[in-house]
């Protein structure tokens, strides 16, 4: 009989910790390595990211889909060629062969001035909410984000054997993107109905903070042909392997099927941050490879999801 396994979870304080010893931070190095290269998947405690923090951006979640349809509808991401904005319920079908998407989801990240407008970069579209319901919880998490997702990057590298420099391109000025998301109870009967559609993620790496005891994550294990649930804990973030970072390391840290079904009674809210890297850097693992551009690669992937055209 296959043992169903259990995502491993790894304490990164022995890395992140100013007065970690050499060794504590070797031993979650290795964790990581190994965590990846079995599953695409972990979870994470002692990452930096406050407790108040975590609850506040939830709450901003439920502020801002809260917000009546027409409202959201005028913030849609479509009309936004850094593609910043409100995906409304059945807009992003990440599975083909299943029904479009049972969820909203709204996109947010660093602020480039409108000049240097771009593919996944531009100004924030945010909604009219006062700034201390939605804009500074909002932003408090984005900077906890990029702290943690650099941190993640540099273990990855470690972990591969590389010296941190190899990410100086990489890591430049990196695209790295929060999406709040809304999860509706779960009422169709329809087989082919997830509230996300079976997918990979498209960038390097993604950290995602589910709302506690809300469940509804589920990663397929290909050993024992099943999905997994990825339990909802306070304060435990998940960390995934994208697609980007699998076709680096030639599946060595693989990126791996995973799905949602909203398994609550009530709504679901998450936030996954999306570290792509910077838009203009080819493979960091392998230089002069002649791969694709993060550029390249997410645009293909994220507009096929939106029935966008790739031009703007
Ligand atoms: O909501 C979740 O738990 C996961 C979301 C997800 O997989 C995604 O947005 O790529
Ligand atoms: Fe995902």
Same mark, same amino acid.
């Given at each position: 009989m296959t043992v169903i396994p259990e995502i491993p979870t790894i304490d990164l304080s022995s890395y992140i910790r100013p007065d970690a010893t050499p060794e504590e931070r070797a031993g979650v190095i290795e964790d990581v390595r190994s965590a990846c290269s079995r599953y695409g998947f972990l979870q994470v405690k002692g990452h930096g990211v406050p407790l108040a923090t975590q609850r506040e951006v939830l709450e901003s979640c439920r502020r801002l889909f809260d917000l009546p349809q027409g409202v959201k509808d005028s913030l849609s991401l479509k009309n936004n060629p850094a593609r910043r904005g409100y995906e409304r319920i059945g807009e992003q079908i990440l599975d083909a062969k299943a029904l479009p998407d049972c969820k909203e989801g709204y996109y947010l990240g660093r602020e480039v001035p409108l000049k240097q407008m771009g593919f996944l970069r531009g100004?924030?579209?945010?909604?009219?909410?006062? /700034?201390?319901?939605?804009?500074?919880?909002?932003?408090? &998490? &984005?900077?906890?984000?990029?702290?943690?997702?650099? +941190?993640?990057?540099?273990?990855?590298?470690?972990?591969?054997?590389?010296?941190? +420099?190899?990410? =100086?391109?990489?890591? =430049?000025?990196?695209?790295?993107?929060?999406?709040?998301?809304?999860?509706? =109870?779960?009422? /169709?009967?329809?087989?082919?109905?997830?509230?996300?559609?079976?997918?990979?993620?498209?960038?390097?790496?993604?950290?995602?903070?589910?709302?506690?005891? =809300? &469940?509804?994550?589920?990663?397929?294990? @290909?050993? /024992?042909?099943?999905?997994?649930?990825?339990? @909802?804990?306070?304060? +435990?973030?998940?960390?995934?392997?994208g697609d980007l970072v699998n076709k680096w390391t030639d599946g060595k840290y693989n990126s791996t099927l995973h799905r949602v079904v909203n398994a609550s009674d009530g709504d679901r809210y998450s936030v996954p941050c999306f570290y792509h890297g910077d838009l203009s850097a080819t493979n960091p693992f392998k230089p002069g490879d002649g791969s694709e551009t993060v550029e390249e690669h997410i645009r293909r992937k994220f507009d096929i999801s939106y029935g966008l055209t790739s031009k703007s």
């Open positions: 100004p924030n579209q945010w909604p009219d909410l006062p /700034s201390e319901d939605f804009h500074a919880p909002v932003t408090e &998490y &984005y900077e906890h984000m990029l702290r943690l997702g650099n +941190s993640l990057v540099e273990i990855l590298a470690l972990g591969l054997g590389h010296d941190i +420099s190899v990410l =100086k391109d990489f890591t =430049k000025e990196p695209v790295v993107n929060l999406k709040l998301l809304h999860y509706p =109870k779960h009422i /169709s009967t329809d087989e082919r109905q997830f509230g996300a559609g079976a997918h990979t993620d498209f960038g390097a790496i993604t950290i995602l903070l589910q709302q506690p005891g =809300k &469940y509804g994550l589920q990663i397929f294990h @290909a050993p /024992s042909n099943a999905w997994l649930p990825v339990p @909802a804990i306070e304060d +435990s973030l998940v960390i995934n392997i």
